[in-house]
């Protein structure tokens, strides 16, 4: 499939021809990139490179509709022919855009609904859109998010302490940088030739805009950007944070409006308001020229993504891995190796060599922490436009499931023991007594019952389900994790490391154990139904339960086959009662973007 991306700012349009394999592997290849930039008096600066040889010039267009409007008949110069879809960045999908989405008039009227809360951004986008719906009006045109990938951030990251109506209002963490993150961190873990689903990582993304994004086990956990691209570190023209005292402060002592705090905030500050220059390489230059405004933006700079990456750490409850990407990320060995020094209480320590001769052609990810460090230190380039191109692609290709009914089954809270936890509960060589078998083959409930004990409460009369695994895990409730009085993470069944400790008490003794989590909610199924709903293994997508008033959609729910499951999903007891669910209850798969309102 040949795709054409577009990524349209205010002033420039950068855009991209790639060819997405069919078949085992999907490889995606560039065959063209290009750029228009600073529109000014009816004409454009120009780069194109093809086959990895570059050319610029000027061309005659003043604006963005100009220079897309341009674009078929550039192609056709190069030899390019058959275009099959048109990808577009997108940078705000609010809270309703969690995936890729076909731009239709009506998915166009909900992103413009969203442009207040992108108003540098957004509109630049959406009129790449229209123009490109009339240059290409047979092509499908898919918009890609920057703040899709941020969707799985849990409440704790994504909520302002502020008033309830103002959240209301809209006032919440999102992130951006999405593409990037989420390309970097899969491009790491390849490297790393590790699941992704395995491991921490924190991205580091330095550009002109630049955020740092904590992906715990694949998903994308938090990251530095929050309502708008503002919040987080020190940009080039952006300040990151700054306390929100500030703006009545300004306007008390300097009488400035609103607008002119936010222009000088998103336009003034960053690098350009410590030294006068945006550009890091400048900077870079005047610090060793002895410039002290420069040292101290280059500091500052530096001690605001330490800091960020100690957070994230502290956040994951762990990190295997820190890759840097972005203009200033990808080039300036200097700058990675001041923002790693210090860190290596974490065990995160870079090979001075190696983070000097960083070379990243062909896409590659060299890794350049010391030998023996725990963290892994990778440096790639970035790759937003391939990316756009890789989910247009699946999101096209995607088949279409059938909706089907699934039946829905209610996990009340439960434990499942490892031999040392059981012995420790029940004595020495105990072993369980089966009172029903499940229905997922091979699992049961056990006769015997334990206690769960936290700070602020027991819960008594926690089944046991059998058989034994190699370590105990312990599923409750949102609700029930209040009445312990400890935080238990969502989890996937199995990905323990860094859950908390609870206590365990049986007849024969008490234990404490790590493991304790709210699980995360799942649909287990057998490859058979996999392959007649159109689902894959790992896949998340929306089911909707229930009837009538408290009908409810779920979103991120995670489809596990297994050879033998029993097609069934899996909620706890906090979320059937929000569905107001009873027995015999069935759910049916939905698209994940397709259940959510306009609104
Ligand atoms: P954008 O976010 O606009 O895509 P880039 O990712 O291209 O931006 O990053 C631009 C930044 O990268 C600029 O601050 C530039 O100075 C910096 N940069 C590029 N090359 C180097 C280098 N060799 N050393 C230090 N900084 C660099």
Not at 242 to 267: K, S, T
Request: charged letters at 20%.
């Amino acid at each position: 499939m040949r795709i054409l991306v577009f990524n349209a700012g205010s002033s420039s349009l950068k855009f991209g021809v790639f060819d997405r394999a069919r078949g085992a592997g999907h490889e995606t290849r560039q065959v063209l990139k290009g750029a228009f930039a600073r529109f000014r008096d009816g004409a454009c600066e120009v780069t194109l490179t093809v086959d990895g040889k570059a050319r610029s010039g000027t061309a005659p267009h003043g604006d963005l509709t100009a220079a897309i409007a341009a674009v078929p008949a550039l192609l056709e110069a190069e030899g390019i022919a058959g275009i099959e879809a048109v990808g577009h960045r997108i940078a705000h999908g609010g809270a309703e855009f969690t995936a890729p989405a076909l731009l239709d008039a009506q998915t166009l009227a909900r992103i413009e609904r969203l442009t207040p809360l992108a108003p540098l951004h957004n509109p630049a986008n959406l009129q790449a859109v229209r123009v490109a719906r009339d240059v290409w009006p047979d092509l499908p045109q898919v918009g890609v998010f920057d703040t899709a990938f941020h969707h799985t951030n849990p409440p704790c990251v994504t909520t302002y302490a502020v008033p309830q109506s103002w959240r209301e209002a809209g006032l919440r963490r999102y992130g951006f940088h999405g593409t990037s993150h989420k390309y970097v961190a899969e491009r790491a873990a390849q490297a790393l030739a590790r699941p992704l689903s395995e491991l921490k990582i924190i991205s580091v993304h330095l550009g002109n805009g630049a955020s740092v994004c904590a992906i715990s086990l694949g998903r994308s956990f938090e990251s530095s950007m929050g309502l708008t691209p503002l919040e987080g570190l020190v940009m080039g023209t952006r300040s990151g944070d700054v306390d929100p005292g500030a703006f009545g402060y300004l306007q008390r002592q300097l009488g400035l409006g609103i607008e002119e705090i936010e222009q000088a905030l998103n336009h003034e500050s960053g690098l350009k308001g410590l030294t006068g220059s945006s550009d890091m390489r400048d900077v870079e230059d005047r610090a060793a020229g002895g410039d002290a405004a420069a040292q101290l933006a280059i500091n500052l700079y530096a001690h605001r993504v330490r800091k960020y990456i100690g957070s994230y750490a502290a956040g994951m409850g762990g990190v295997d891995a820190v890759v840097f990407t972005g203009g200033i990320g990808e080039n300036s060995p200097s700058m990675r190796r001041r923002i790693c020094d210090g860190l290596d209480f974490m065990e995160l320590r870079l090979d001075v060599d190696r983070n000097q001769s960083v070379d990243l052609s062909d896409r590659a990810a060299p890794q350049i922490q010391a030998y023996g460090a725990r963290v892994a230190v990778i440096v790639t380039e970035t790759a937003e436009q391939l990316q756009i191109a890789r989910e247009v692609a699946a999101h096209l290709d995607r088949p279409e499931a059938a909706p089907r009914p699934i039946p829905v089954a209610v996990s009340g809270r439960h434990v499942h023991l490892a031999q040392a936890e059981l012995e420790a509960l029940f004595g020495p060589g105990y072993a369980l007594r089966v009172k029903v078998p499940l229905r997922q083959p091979g699992n049961w409930a056990a006769e015997e019952r334990v206690t769960l004990e936290g700070p602020k409460g027991r819960i008594e009369h926690v089944a046991i389900l059998g058989p034994l695994r190699p370590r105990t895990q312990i599923e409750v409730s949102r609700t029930d994790s209040f009445a312990l009085g400890i935080d238990a993470p969502v989890r996937d069944s199995g990905h323990l490391d860094g859950t908390p400790v609870v206590r365990i008490i049986g007849p024969h003794g008490a234990v404490d154990t790590d493991g304790l989590i709210v699980a995360a909610r799942h649909v287990h199924m057998n490859p058979r139904d996999a392959e007649a709903m159109g689902l894959e293994d790992g896949q998340n997508v929306a089911v909707k339960i229930g009837q009538g008033e408290r009908a409810l959609t779920f979103g991120q729910v995670m489809i596990r086959v297994q050879p033998k499951a029993f097609t069934e999903m899996h909620i706890d007891t906090d979320e059937a009662n929000a569905a107001g669910i009873g027995p015999g209850c069935e759910g049916e798969v939905i698209e994940l973007e397709a259940h959510l309102d306009a609104g």
